[in-house]
């Protein structure tokens, strides 16, 4: 039997479809203020990367909290040892843990300065977060374009707009699919700080 192309089309569309699920209004805008709050009082880090035999300033200040003992390391040079859970980040792990149906053990930021900071277009596959990891990713402060597309050359590229308060949940299975990216940009571009929750294979039993 031979599919019409028509049929193949349709196909097509629903496989390439993003595993992702996105809620614009997933934090109330008093909660999604106060997170943005504290989180600038947060501890921010400028670190180096390795790049093409150059150590870089990664494009963008990160922070990591998370369980004892889970490390992460990602592009083989950019090593992120968590502090405490700090209460807000707690306070978020929570409700993310309640609403997904997953575990997380560590949670990464990424704050934005403006519209020159940015992370390349990418998958989140570092072995210590175990295989298909769930990834929770919440965004604070000024709205952002959020890309994701199949890896290799089929497919569409899906573009969200990230705003305060905002959640975009990627499924298990997407980083072995999918690359995602938040670009440059050379419009005029407030602050945003991106928290996303993670699981770690050392992560504390619950
Ligand atoms: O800032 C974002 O929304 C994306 C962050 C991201 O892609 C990552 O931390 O891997």
């Given at each position: 039997?031979?599919?019409e192309?028509?049929?193949?089309?349709l196909?097509?569309e629903r496989?390439?479809?993003?595993?992702?699920?996105?809620?614009p209004?997933?934090?109330?805008?008093?909660?999604?203020d106060?997170l943005?709050e504290?989180?600038?009082?947060?501890?921010?880090?400028?670190?180096?990367?390795r790049?093409?035999?150059?150590?870089?300033?990664?494009?963008?200040?990160?922070?990591i909290?998370?369980?004892?003992?889970?490390?992460?390391?990602y592009?083989?040079?950019?090593?992120?040892?968590?502090?405490?859970?700090?209460?807000?980040?707690q306070?978020?792990?929570?409700?993310?843990?309640?609403?997904?149906?997953?575990?997380?053990?560590?949670?990464?930021?990424?704050?934005?300065?403006?519209?020159?900071?940015?992370?390349g277009?990418h998958?989140d596959?570092?072995p210590?977060?175990?295989?298909?990891?769930?990834?929770a990713?919440?965004?604070?402060?000024a709205?952002c374009r959020?890309?994701?597309?199949?890896?290799g050359?089929?497919?569409?590229?899906?573009?969200?707009?990230?705003?305060?308060?905002?959640?975009?949940?990627?499924?298990?299975?997407?980083?072995?699919?999918h690359?995602?990216?938040?670009?440059?940009?050379?419009?005029?571009?407030?602050?945003?700080?991106?928290?996303?929750?993670?699981?770690?294979?050392?992560?504390?039993r619950?």
């Open positions: 039997m031979t599919l192309g028509t049929q193949l089309e196909i097509d496989t390439l479809m993003a595993p992702v699920d996105f809620y209004n997933f934090l109330s805008p008093q909660e999604a106060w943005f504290a989180s600038q009082q947060l501890d921010w880090q400028q670190n180096q990367i790049m093409l035999g150059k150590w870089l300033d990664v494009p963008r200040l990160e922070a909290y998370g369980d004892e003992g889970c490390d992460y390391l592009s083989k040079t950019v090593l992120l040892q968590p502090s405490p859970w700090a209460d807000p980040l306070w978020l792990r929570e409700k993310i843990e309640d609403h997904t149906g997953y575990r997380y053990h560590i949670v990464i930021g990424n704050r934005y300065r403006n519209g020159k900071d940015s992370i277009w998958a596959k570092e210590t977060m175990g295989e298909k990891p769930a990834i990713s919440i965004s604070l402060g709205t959020f890309s994701i597309k199949p890896k050359s089929r497919g569409e590229t899906q573009h969200f707009e990230l705003e305060h308060g905002s959640l975009i949940f990627m499924r298990p299975g997407c980083q072995s699919t690359v995602h990216q938040v670009s440059k940009t050379a419009k005029p571009l407030g602050e945003r700080i991106n928290w996303t929750f993670r699981p770690h294979v050392k992560g504390a619950r």
